[in-house]
Structures are given as C-alpha cells and as structure tokens.
C-alpha cells in the first residue's frame, strides 16, 4: 500500500485540478450566457429579412412571365455534383464530444455522397485541422485560380478565430465567398453542419442545405442528430450549479411582441412604393439572407460550444471530487494501520520487558 | 405638432436605436430621402450614408449606415442595415484603409462589371465613413 505522504500529494494535485476545472466551468458558463444574449438580439433581424422577402416575393415576379426562366440564380437547382459543406466546429478542445460530434455528422454526410465532389469550408480550428489531415487542401494558383483537384474531397476555405470574436463582418466575407462561388456554378449545392442551439437542454447537430433556396423561410435540414435523455440530464445538471437557466429570455413577452412585429416587417397589406424595381430588392435582399443564416449557424454553434464546454467542465469537476474522496478515505485507512501498527509495536515491547 | 414617427434601426447584431423622432432622413441607393408621420408605404434599399432622426428624444441623431433596407410606414420607419455605426464610433483610419482597398479593387477589376459595382460599393461606404466622422 501506497504511504501517507504520496496519498497526500496525489490529494493535493487533484484538488488542484478540480479548481481549474471549476473556474473552466464558470467561465464557460458566462460566456454561454453571452452567446445567448447574443443569439437573441440577433433575432429580429433575421426575422425581419425573411419576411420582408417573403412579402417581396409575392410581388417581384421571380420566374419571367414570358419565358419562365428563373431571375435569381440563387434560386436555380442544378443536378447536384459539387457540393460545398460547411462544417462549423469549435476553436478549443475541452468541450467533451461537441467537436467530436460535429465532425462524425460532416463525415457521415461525406459518405453518403461519396459519388460527388465535395468541397469543405472549415469554420473553426478543430473541424479544420481534422478535415486538411484527412483530405488535403486544395491548392490555388498566384492568380487566385484553382489547381487541379488532389481528390474528390478537398478544403477549400478555413475561417479559424471567426468564432472567438464572432463579427457579422467576417461571416459575410464567408457568405459572400459561397454566393459567388454558386453564382459562378462552381457548386451545385451549399450545405451547413453545426450544431443548434435552442436552449441548455434542446440542442442537436444538424446538416442544412442554404443553396438553393427552395423555399423561403422553411429551413432545409436533412439530418438532426439529438441530444440523448443521458447528456440532457447531464447538461441540465450542469447548468443549475453554474447558474445558468435552462430557458433563455425569450419566453418573456417584450421579446415575443418584438418577434411578432419583426415578423410583420414589410409585410402590411398595402401597397408600397418601391424605390427601385420589387425584383432588383429581392436579388440584393437574397444574398443577405445566406449571410444572416450562416451568422445565425454560428452564434448558436458558439453557444452550443460553450454549453458543452460547460458540461463538460462540471463532470470532470464532480469526477475529481470523487477521486479526492476515495484518496482521502484511502489515505486514511493507510494511516490508521500505520498507528495501530505502531501501538502492537510498543504494546508487544512492553510486554517482553 | 402632429405625432411621432416610431423609429427602429436594426443590425445583425442587435437593435440599434428604438425611439420616436418627428422626421427621418434615410440615405437611399437613389438619393437621400425624408420621411415624416404619415408617409406613403414605401420599401427602399439603402446606400452608404448618414441617417438623422430629427427631434428625437434627445434632440438630433445621426448614424452612419450602409447596405441594408428600409421600410417606411405611415407610423412607423425600421431600417435595417448590415452596418451601423455613431458617427464619434466612425474609426478614420479603418475607413481610409478601405477606401485604399476599393480603390485597388477597381484597378484590378479588368473588364468586370460585378467587379466595378464592388469596388464601387466599398469606395462610397469607406467616403460616407470618412464623411460623417466626427459630424453631429
């Protein structure tokens, strides 16, 4: 059996372990209530876009009346051979299977389309260190034009340290990139993996397809991986000892109102005046509501990130605790046969004497 | 004076301002624009410019605004725009810096028109930038 002094130090190095995983948990914790904040106020914008291009749509005449051909080329489906996945990953491990998941829901969806070429966008570090190791990076001239593919699969685009300060700005240079990229039929597809977050306990990896659009304000997802009844217990758990509610704000009437106006943006039933052509709104509004669906993916795959970290943190925090109290019970029963050994010793001398 | 206009600039990110003014300047792609109470329905997409509330709740406010929409309703204006910034927020230095950048976009852009529009674009953002800083 071990002795005293190495239980103690073995005690001492856990106990300080379960201190970094606590702060790790509270500051976890404080940024998902951020991202939640955040997720929220960027609601009504979202809301507001879409159904201004839902009134907009009604009245700026899409197909051409006379030769029926389609005016927004975001709207055009084409055969699907080349598809873009976007795959929205952390930056940062310690989040327990959260990039790990990520991950297995973008490889599996690469599998079952392993007839066509698939270009990955990488936004965050884990999702792109995993994809470049296994497919390799897709190499571009001086010119900016793209060499001959390496395979079928190939990283087109990596976007690491969006997430850490997420600004609308940089998640439009990403959406743009995939609008002119689909404009320009170099894909026939855009796809979006990450993960949703409604709440601590309602959140799920999902694929999305955003190009093209088939409808507007329906979400296209073809695949939803949920939270399991086991991790939503663990993640609730987590959350009421970090203090963060398990219903964000938006049950709260003020928040519902604005939603509900935001919805009727555009969208009274009179007839506007249209500086420019219904039409040309409607193709300036269309790319916008790419950008604004991929903000909206990132700043709930953010919260999603943090939530998990979260969790994470808290069972490795309760783990610890669980070992420091083995050690110590441990320790003291060493200590104890030490002593009652030492007793026998002087009590069997005594009697010798 | 008759009521007020119910104003609401939107971003992305949040909502900017939520207030009441008697007149709203709005920097149209076409030209600049006023509303007041009572306004005909009107939905138009913006250019880089300046928006002034005038008479708002604490005197006149201004922001510097590109790409976006507005919606004009006879009670109401809600603009949204991608970007949105007070004018003693307008960082000089970032928007010369752009205005280098869409100056080098044009020169490269070859026989491009998208690429025109582009670098068009980014020039009059960064000048309406350069523009209202510091402007009240």
Known sequence: ?353 | MATKLKVRLVTPERILVDTEADAVEIPGKTGYLEALYGHAPLLTEIGAGMVRLHGAESGEESYMIARGFAEVLPERVTILAEEAEKPEEIDVMKAQEQLQHGEALWNKAGDDPAKYTEANEVMAEANAKIEGAGKK
């Open chain 1, 1 to 353: 059996m071990a002795n005293v002094l190495d239980l103690r130090r073995r005690i001492r190095s856990v106990r300080n372990t379960r201190q970094i995983t606590k702060a790790m948990k509270m500051v976890s914790a404080a940024k998902l209530r951020r991202a939640q904040e955040r997720a929220v106020s960027a609601r009504p914008y979202a809301a507001m876009l879409a159904s201004v291009l839902e009134s907009l749509k009604r009245r700026a005449e899409i197909y051409d009346p006379e030769t029926g051909e389609c005016r927004s080329p975001l709207l055009l489906t084409r055969p699907e051979q080349r598809i873009l996945l976007v795959v929205v990953s952390g930056d940062k491990g310690f989040a327990g299977a959260f990039n790990t998941n990520i991950i297995k829901a973008a490889t599996n969806f690469i599998q079952e389309n392993d007839r066509k070429e698939i270009d990955v966008e990488a936004i965050g570090r884990k999702g792109r260190d995993f994809f470049r190791r296994r497919f390799g990076a897709a190499q571009f001239g001086q010119d900016g034009t793209r060499g001959a593919r390496g395979g079928a699969i190939e990283v087109t685009g990596e976007h690491t340290g969006v997430l850490e300060k997420l600004s609308y700005e940089r998640v439009r240079e990403v959406a743009m990139k995939i609008v002119h990229r689909y404009e320009h039929e170099e894909i026939d597809a855009a796809y979006l993996v990450y993960n949703e977050f409604k709440s601590v306990i309602q959140q799920r990896v999902v694929v999305e397809r955003v190009l093209p659009i088939l409808q507007l304000g329906a979400r296209q997802i073809t695949e939803a991986h949920e939270l399991t009844t086991e991790e939503r217990e663990r993640a609730a758990e987590a959350a009421l000892s970090a203090g963060v509610s398990l219903f964000p704000k938006e049950a709260e009437a003020a928040e519902k109102q604005l939603e509900n106006e935001a919805k009727n943006f555009g969208t009274a039933e009179v007839d506007y005046i249209y500086e420019q052509p219904a039409a040309e709104i409607f193709a300036d509004v269309l790319p916008r509501y790419i950008t604004s669906q991929l903000y909206h993916a990132t700043l709930e795959s953010v919260a999603a990130e943090h939530a998990a970290r979260m969790t994470a943190m808290d069972s490795a925090t309760n783990n610890a605790s669980d070992m420091i109290d083995s050690l110590t019970l441990t320790m003291n029963r060493v200590r104890q046969a030490a002593i009652t050994k030492e007793i026998i010793e002087i009590v069997s001398g005594a009697a010798a004497i």
